[in-house]
């Protein structure tokens, strides 16, 4: 399965970095897959607002979550990594919440050690659950997963709550119960960044959030402090934000979109991207003959 959890741990033990474009439903997905990416992220705060319109706050249920994660590994040929957040509850649900992504197709994901009500790892005022918690957490996902490829990814916030010191020593914990890499969110420097590398041995996941804390440093560079995996979680989803917001604007401000055509891709590249034609060829057999 070229998709599949195996396929994801090749790509860590490969010598390259494995760069993951940030989807948030089953169509940006394809669009980031074109672009010739070798894995997909599924991000969680974003995918709760294409589904419910509302905030990066742990307010998506599990079930809605399986069924986006779902339809993004339909669709894709690439391992598809997804944000577990805080693992839906307690361990219990944390395991169900690793047999159901394993059955949606799900090559791997991060759990968090936020509380409830979570926040965007970049915004302020978030807050932690206790470590040994946590960790109870990450032995339930690495108990769950029937596929021993499966990638758990532990993932501190605490940088921003109680400092470097304890994020560390947090992430070296989650390691030990059992984690395959490393996710301490929102470093704020390069020497944080490197900090985190040296003291915690395990592959790391650094996340790119234009705005955000972290600095969005060139892949080449990221490599070189010695992350293994990078995810761009906003970047899609921020084009096409300010996008929609200005082709509405014209269309307010002029009554037509005729201005801003040659800023839209053609509605043939749509068809031909999902390739409607082949699907609608292929269906012509279920059709009745004299219907057609």
Same mark, same amino acid.
């Given at each position: 399965m070229t998709n599949g959890p195996r396929? &994801? %741990?090749t790509l860590l033990a490969g010598p390259d970095v494995v760069v993951a474009p940030g989807c948030y439903d089953a169509f940006s997905a394809v669009v980031a897959r074109e672009a010739g990416f070798n894995a997909v992220y599924m991000s969680g705060g974003l995918s709760a607002t294409s589904l419910c319109g509302m905030g990066d706050i742990g307010i998506r249920t599990l079930s809605e979550l399986v069924l986006q994660a779902r339809h993004i590994c339909n669709v894709v040929d690439v391992p598809v990594i997804a944000d577990g957040d805080a693992g839906y509850g307690g361990p219990v649900n944390t395991f169900r919440l690793i047999r159901d992504l394993e059955d949606a197709g799900v090559a791997g994901l991060h759990l968090e050690d936020q509380d409830l009500? !979570? !926040?965007?790892g970049h915004l302020s005022g978030k807050r &932690? +659950?206790?470590a040994d918690e946590h960790v109870l957490r990450i032995r339930a996902a690495v108990d769950a %997963? %029937?596929?021993p490829d499966f990638v758990i990814i532990a993932r501190t916030d605490a940088v921003a709550v109680t400092g470097l010191d304890d994020a560390i020593a947090r992430a070296q914990r989650y390691v030990e119960a059992g984690a395959d890499v490393a996710f301490i969110e929102a470093l704020e420097t390069r020497e944080q960044m490197t900090r985190?590398? !040296?003291? +915690?041995k395990a592959p790391h996941l650094a996340n790119m959030v234009e705005g955000g804390k972290t600095p969005n440093l060139p892949i080449r560079e990221l490599a070189d402090i010695g992350f293994k995996l990078v995810i761009y979680p906003w970047s899609g989803f921020g084009a096409a934000f300010?996008?929609?917001r200005a082709v509405w604007a014209e269309l307010r401000r002029t009554g037509t979109t005729t201005g801003f055509a040659d800023r839209m891709e053609p509605l043939t590249e749509w068809s031909g991207l999902l390739q409607t034609d082949r699907l609608l060829r292929d269906y012509e057999r279920y059709v009745l003959p004299d219907a057609r």
């Amino acid at each position: 399965m070229t998709n599949g959890p195996r396929a &994801l %741990r090749t790509l860590l033990a490969g010598p390259d970095v494995v760069v993951a474009p940030g989807c948030y439903d089953a169509f940006s997905a394809v669009v980031a897959r074109e672009a010739g990416f070798n894995a997909v992220y599924m991000s969680g705060g974003l995918s709760a607002t294409s589904l419910c319109g509302m905030g990066d706050i742990g307010i998506r249920t599990l079930s809605e979550l399986v069924l986006q994660a779902r339809h993004i590994c339909n669709v894709v040929d690439v391992p598809v990594i997804a944000d577990g957040d805080a693992g839906y509850g307690g361990p219990v649900n944390t395991f169900r919440l690793i047999r159901d992504l394993e059955d949606a197709g799900v090559a791997g994901l991060h759990l968090e050690d936020q509380d409830l009500p !979570r !926040r965007c790892g970049h915004l302020s005022g978030k807050r &932690l +659950v206790s470590a040994d918690e946590h960790v109870l957490r990450i032995r339930a996902a690495v108990d769950a %997963r %029937r596929n021993p490829d499966f990638v758990i990814i532990a993932r501190t916030d605490a940088v921003a709550v109680t400092g470097l010191d304890d994020a560390i020593a947090r992430a070296q914990r989650y390691v030990e119960a059992g984690a395959d890499v490393a996710f301490i969110e929102a470093l704020e420097t390069r020497e944080q960044m490197t900090r985190a590398i !040296r003291d +915690v041995k395990a592959p790391h996941l650094a996340n790119m959030v234009e705005g955000g804390k972290t600095p969005n440093l060139p892949i080449r560079e990221l490599a070189d402090i010695g992350f293994k995996l990078v995810i761009y979680p906003w970047s899609g989803f921020g084009a096409a934000f300010k996008a929609m917001r200005a082709v509405w604007a014209e269309l307010r401000r002029t009554g037509t979109t005729t201005g801003f055509a040659d800023r839209m891709e053609p509605l043939t590249e749509w068809s031909g991207l999902l390739q409607t034609d082949r699907l609608l060829r292929d269906y012509e057999r279920y059709v009745l003959p004299d219907a057609r």
